[in-house]
Structure formats: structure tokens, C-alpha cells
């Protein structure tokens, strides 16, 4: 076992720093806590875990302002694509005009 410092953070801010053992080992951890903590830590963090993956599974995907751009981008008709030739802005603002349409989409693909 060893110990590491690691910061205290609030809002972002760092308030703090505590220092934690590392266990390297079961047997480490068995030999310094008892084992009604060690059920009680492991439990808590194993419900935290679950509820994040579930959590996980009906959350939007997180995807970049490119991606999504692209994918405004394919929501384009030809005939819209073909009203804006020439001019990117004028795309490029018909393409974002696709956005609630994606997220709808991607909101979707997780229910």
C-alpha cells in the first residue's frame, strides 16, 4: 500500500488537498479496515456505478458541434442544398435550422 495527495475540489476550485491510501492488494485492505466498512464503501459504490450506467443509457450522446453539423448537413434536401449554392453562410444557416430535428433524433435513438 502507498499513499497519494489528491486536491479538494468545490466548484471547480480547488479548496484543499487530503492525502488516501492505496491498496495494492485485498489483503492490504482486509488487514487495515474492518470488514462492515469495507461492505458499507463497497456497496455505495457499486449503487453509484449502476445507477450511472443506467443513467449512461438514456443520456443523449455527447457529440461535438461538428458532428452535429454534419448531421444537420444530411438532413438537407437537394433542392435546399441547391438554394444556397454558392453562398456558405446561407447553408450553413439552413443546416443549423436542422439542429431540434437531430437532437430529436439522437433523444430518440436512447429512449
Given at each position: 500500500m502507498y499513499s497519494e495527495v489528491k486536491e479538494v475540489k468545490t466548484k471547480g476550485k480547488t479548496?484543499?488537498?487530503v492525502e488516501v491510501t492505496i491498496y495494492e492488494t485485498v489483503e492490504e485492505l482486509i488487514d487495515s479496515v474492518d470488514e462492515k466498512t469495507i461492505l458499507a464503501m463497497f456497496n455505495k459504490a457499486n449503487i453509484i456505478a449502476v445507477q450511472a450506467k443506467e443513467r449512461q443509457a438514456h443520456a443523449p450522446s455527447a457529440i461535438g458541434k461538428n458532428k452535429k453539423f454534419t448531421?444537420?448537413?444530411?438532413?438537407l434536401t437537394a433542392e435546399?442544398?441547391?438554394?444556397c449554392a454558392g453562398?456558405?453562410?446561407?447553408l450553413e444557416a439552413k443546416?443549423?435550422?436542422k439542429l431540434s430535428e437531430v437532437e430529436d433524433d439522437l433523444a430518440s435513438a436512447v429512449a
Open positions: 479548496v484543499g488537498s448531421l444537420c448537413m444530411n438532413k435546399e442544398m441547391a438554394d453562398d456558405f453562410a446561407a443546416a443549423w435550422g
